[in-house]
């Protein structure tokens, strides 16, 4: 016994035209009154037979010889049944049409003639056992004739049937054939695509990948082919606007286009977070916009979205409303998914490479700086000590009233310096930090700012809230306060700067840092900013980002400035201050 993984039609056939005889066979029998036992028992042989035949065909099982075996016994009740019934005489005369169908599906043309010869024999003895004579009459040699004819028949329709299951057997191959291969080109278009998107770090490069990608994914039917009517494209976020980040069969106008992501398709999209597909792109109050899409009618786009950070969409669109099955749907998510984490990896390693470039350039500025307050502050004073030591070292033999005057002139200039180069050291590593903590620090550096600028400072601090920041934090927050100050003392003229830190609600901390100077007009600054050779405000921006707070600057020209930054304490305050925003 052996099994198979696909059903064998023949046998369907042949169960089904046994099933169909068989019946006729005791419709026959019981009008005409001839339904007993002892006659009837090679038919209920048979019709057990059929049975167990369709019990084999429903679990795909085949004998060894299965169909020599299967017409043989066909052959042996059927004949046995016959002769039963009485012969051509008997209400079964034709019964050997059973094992004529059963041979015209199995063996054709040849096997049913052979077997509509062996039956007209057996037809030609049951009449010699009734005559013993050998003379045929003509009702004989008409069953005979009838017998072969239906032979001939049969087997003629055998061929044709055994020609069409070969036709359909070769499509279903075919078909399969088909199926796999498409489904192998788009396991290879997977395979391909996340081999190159973790390959590479290139942003412009993985963005690339995925729409070839998606491309080879969506026409992997080698008999459908190409038809060149498929447009995609990458639409990634650049501030507060989606821009192409790479597109196909879009024009030149088209890769210029930027849109808000505020209405229509792209608008659900982002805000849901979940894939869509539209009929009716015609009509979407942006997509419209792009030239390349006016002769598309269905469009699938999903969002390029990690957690609770939406890098941008992806869409496909073609003209045929039915192009994207449930199949391409599902190979777009696979395809959406991958390239979400290859987005994502290339946007971090990209984000890597500007912090590093960023660093260098904080390091230069910070270099900068210290030359130029080197160059403002104590460079000026040591060349003003030496001028004055010359002065007085001449006025000793003229004047050593006027010497000795300008000698403590001399020694208070000194100590102005040594302050000076002592705040310099304190900004650049206020070891009082690390030691007594951030309320303490901030204590220091207000009195520096009265001893050595003169700078009125005011520090009003939670200690309480300060015991809960670890030490990296109270650096930041601490050098976030230095620049603040700093940029007040230089820029706003201030007589007064006011430092609080304080609690604003559970888990959210308020910094504080209010002046009465002249203030600013912060649009205009931000807008020009670029052109400035300072980078305080750029510096207040990224230590907001790394103690993962938000930064508020409220200035107006005349009325001061107040810098706001709002400082979680836990992951999940973290969470709710972003969402306020």
Known sequence: MRTFDSPYIADWFVISLRWITQAGLLVSLGLGGELTLATAWPLIALLLWNVAMTFFAATNARMTWHRQIGLGVDVVFTAIFFFLQGGLAGPASWSPILPILTASVYFELKGTLIIAVLFAAIQYGSAWLETRAFTVNLPVLLSMAATLILGALFGFLGNKLAVYLHLAREKRLREQERTWHIESERMRAIYELTSTLTATLSYKRVLDSALDMGHTALNADPEAGDDGKLVSAVLLFKGDKLRIGSARRFTNADQKVSLLGAEGLLKRVVDEGEAVLSNDIGYDPELSRIIALRACTSVYCFPLRSGFNVYGAMLFAHPDPQYFTPDRVSM??????????????????????????????????????????????????????????????????????????????????????????????????????????????????????????????????????????????????????????????????????????????????????????????????????????????????????????????????????????????????????????
Do not use: C, W
């Open 332 to 581: 777009l998510e696979i395809i959406g998914r991958q390239s979400v984490i290859a987005i994502q990896n290339a946007r971090l390693y990209q984000d890597l490479v500007e912090e590093k470039n960023r660093m260098v350039e904080v390091h230069e500025e910070a270099r900068k700086k210290l030359a130029r307050d080197l160059h403002d502050g104590p460079t000026q004073s040591v060349a003003a000590m030496a001028m004055r030591i010359n002065l007085a070292r001449r006025m000793l033999d003229r004047n050593p009233a006027m010497a000795s005057d300008e000698l403590v002139k001399l020694e208070d200039l000194a100590h102005r310096t040594t302050k000076e180069i002592r705040h310099m050291l304190f900004t650049l590593r206020p070891l009082i930090l690390e030691s007594q903590g951030l309320a303490a620090a901030l204590q220091a550096m207000a009195e520096k700012m009265r001893e050595t600028f003169s700078q009125n400072v005011i520090v009003n601090v939670d200690s309480k809230l300060t015991n809960q920041l670890e030490m990296g934090k109270q650096g930041v927050i601490f050098y976030i306060i230095e620049e603040a100050v700093n940029n007040a003392r230089k820029h706003a003229n201030a007589l007064t700067i006011t430092v609080r830190l304080g609690q604003l609600e559970q888990g959210i901390a308020l910094l504080d840092i209010v002046d009465d100077g002249i203030g600013f007009d912060v649009k205009a600054v931000d807008k020009a900013y670029d052109k400035r050779g300072s980078l305080g405000m750029v510096n207040l921006r990224e230590r907001t980002e790394l103690v993962n707070g938000l930064l508020n600057i409220d200035s107006a020209p005349g009325k001061g400035t107040r810098v706001q930054v709002y400082i979680p304490l836990t992951e999940e305050a973290a969470d709710r201050l972003h969402h306020k925003k």
